[in-house]
C-alpha cells in the first residue's frame, strides 16, 4: 500500500465548477500538508501549505486537513480553464526535506 | 520559473550509455534535490544535498551518482542508462525556515528516454 493515495483521474468540470481534489495517507505522523499544481511539461509549484489540521484559504482556493481521518482536500471555486492541470498532494512527517507525494490528480476545466 | 534552469530539457540515449542532467539555481538556497515522476507513481526522491558537501541517497538511488559543483549547481548521472530510466527528472531547491516548514521549487524537467 502506498503511504498517500490519490486519484488519477481526468477529473473533467465546467467552468464555474467547485472542484475537490482528495488524498488520504496512512501515515498517522505526517504534519505538514502541501498542495502542488503541475501544468503539462512544467515543473510542480506549490499551491498551498498548511500544518496540522485545520483550513487554509487563498483566493479561490481551500485546503483541508483532517488528520482523526487521515484525509486532505483541495477545493477551488469558480474554476476557471487555467486551472486545468494535474494536482500534487505531498506532505512530510516533519519540517524536513522528506516530502512524500500522491501521483497526481489531473484536472479539465471545460469552457 | 527560470530560477531553476535544467538542461537539456530532453534527450533521448541507448542503453549502457552515460548521461548527465544539469540543474542550475539562482534562488541562493543551500538544499537540493533531484526526483523522478513516473505516470501513477508521482516524484520519488533519488538525491538531496543540503550544501556542497553534504550529499544522501533518497529512495532509489541505485544506477544514479550526483555530483554538487557549487551551491547553484547539481547534477545527476546515469553511469549505464537503461530502459527502465525512462521518465521526468525534476530538479528542486527548498527554502527551509525555522518552525516554517519545507517549500520546494522545481525546475521544468528533463525527458529522458533510454532505448
Known amino acids: 500500500q502506498k503511504e498517500v493515495e490519490q486519484d488519477p483521474g481526468p477529473l473533467s468540470v465546467p467552468e464555474g465548477a467547485i472542484v475537490s481534489l482528495n488524498c488520504t495517507y496512512s501515515?498517522?505522523?505526517?504534519?505538514?500538508f502541501m498542495w502542488y499544481r503541475q501544468y503539462s511539461r512544467k515543473g510542480p509549484e506549490l499551491l498551498m501549505y498548511?500544518?496540522?489540521?485545520g483550513n487554509k484559504e487563498d483566493g479561490r482556493f481551500t485546503a483541508q486537513v483532517d488528520k482523526s481521518s487521515k484525509y486532505i482536500s483541495l477545493f477551488i471555486r469558480d474554476s476557471q480553464p487555467s486551472d486545468s492541470a494535474t494536482y500534487l498532494c505531498?506532505?512530510?512527517?516533519?519540517?524536513?526535506?522528506?516530502?512524500?507525494f500522491g501521483s497526481g490528480t489531473r484536472l479539465l476545466v471545460r469552457p | 520559473d527560470a530560477d531553476v534552469t535544467q538542461t537539456p530539457r530532453n534527450r533521448i540515449t541507448k542503453t549502457g550509455k552515460r548521461i548527465m542532467l544539469e540543474c542550475s539555481q539562482t534562488?541562493?538556497?543551500?538544499?537540493m534535490y533531484w526526483y523522478r515522476q513516473d505516470p501513477g507513481l508521482g516524484l520519488r526522491l533519488i538525491y538531496y544535498s543540503f550544501d556542497v558537501k553534504d550529499i544522501n541517497k533518497g529512495e532509489i538511488s541505485d544506477g544514479y551518482s550526483v555530483s554538487r559543483q557549487a551551491q547553484a549547481k547539481f547534477s545527476l548521472s546515469l553511469e549505464s542508462a537503461i530502459p527502465n530510466q525512462t521518465a521526468l527528472y525534476f530538479c528542486?531547491?527548498?527554502?527551509?525556515?525555522?518552525?516554517?516548514?519545507?517549500?520546494?521549487?522545481f525546475g521544468p524537467g528533463t525527458r529522458l528516454l533510454v532505448l
Open positions: 505531498a506532505m512530510s512527517e516533519d519540517s524536513s526535506y522528506k516530502l512524500i
Open positions: 498548511t500544518y496540522s489540521s
Open positions: 528542486a531547491t527548498s527554502d527551509w525556515t525555522t518552525g516554517g516548514g519545507e517549500t520546494q521549487y
Open positions: 501515515n498517522s505522523a505526517f504534519q505538514y
Open positions: 534562488k541562493g538556497h543551500d538544499r
